[in-house]
């Protein structure tokens, strides 16, 4: 469903997975940007587009750390 963590997640890691197999790739925060300006594109409520917002962040926060891991783990 457009707007849940789960869905941000998935679309960010489905444009990663993309970018392999074409010749132009399309960075994370390209894509979150894209995310952004779908958001306040569409929500039609403040309410709504604050969460999708909160939504966006964490999603974007926990595929960078999945990919790159967190600063706790690199000064370990």
Excluded: P
């Amino acid at each position: 469903m457009f707007g849940s963590v789960d869905y941000f997640t998935n679309f960010l890691k489905a444009g990663i997975m993309n970018n392999f197999g074409l010749s132009s790739s399309c960075s994370i925060q390209d894509q979150y940007t894209q995310l952004k300006t779908e958001i306040m594109k569409t929500a039609e409520r403040q309410f709504e587009q604050e969460a999708y917002l909160q939504n966006l962040e964490k999603a974007y926060l926990n595929v960078k750390i999945e990919i790159f891991g967190s600063e706790d783990e690199k000064q370990q």
